[in-house]
């Protein structure tokens, strides 16, 4: 029979997720019932001159939004060596919300279930409601409600937001038979640009690119051709 695979959080000090943070992961008593991953689109109310409704023009995609709810039992019912809500809490915490001063933010964070959800992201918002008590007034059990935002880089945003955007730099392939003006094609989507290219690599051909392997697409406002 296979081992139960618990959900865990882990913290990291970088926007790569690649430099763990200090100490373990933070893993699951219970598993969540269900969790909730929110996709959604932004669009701007356009209307045209004459028209009796306004038409969607896309604006942006947002991150992803995670969200569930976990519960702590420090019943001993659960896990036996886990009793104490003060320290669960600060543990959680620690990794999800305290500020970090090394980075001078709250950590970023992986959430991992098994092998088939994995969520990098940042919290945007925690809720504990505390539901069993000892007699002294200690709680026992708690239900958190969390919710993470998906964070990438700026680096990796740039690199996949607008890949074959004008205003970024790019070094292409040559392709044996290829010209400057399809080449400009392939990679913007518009081959009128292909003498600004051209301008920038030194060529003095660009119908036959022979011997030519790589060229540089340098940062063109196609606006202002």
Known sequence: MASLELMKITGYTDEEFQNKFSGNPYAFMINPESIKIQKS??????????TSS?????????????????VIDCTGVVDAK???????????????????????????????????????GVLDSIDVSYTLFKPDGSPLRAKLSLSFSQYISPKTVTMTDAPQSPDLTHI??????????????????????????????????????????????????????
Request: proline residues 6%; glycine residues 4%.
């Open 41 to 50: 689109i932004e669009y701007n109310d356009q209307q045209a001159p004459a």
């Open 54 to 70: 306004a038409s969607q023009k896309y604006k942006s995609t947002p991150s992803n939004k995670l969200s569930f709810e976990m």
């Open 82 to 120: 886990r009793v104490d809500m003060a320290k669960e809490i600060t543990a959680l915490e620690t990794i999800i919300y305290t500020y970090n001063g090394k980075i001078h933010r709250p950590n970023f964070v992986k959430v991992q279930w098994g092998q088939n959800i994995t969520f990098n």
């Open 172 to 225: 292409v392939n040559v392709s044996e038979g290829m010209s400057l003006p399809q080449l400009c094609l392939q990679t913007w989507d518009d081959d009128s640009l292909y003498i600004q290219v051209a301008t920038y690599n030194n060529l003095n051909k660009f119908r036959n690119l022979n011997g030519v392997n790589k060229l540089i697409f340098p940062p063109i406002n196609p606006s202002s051709q």
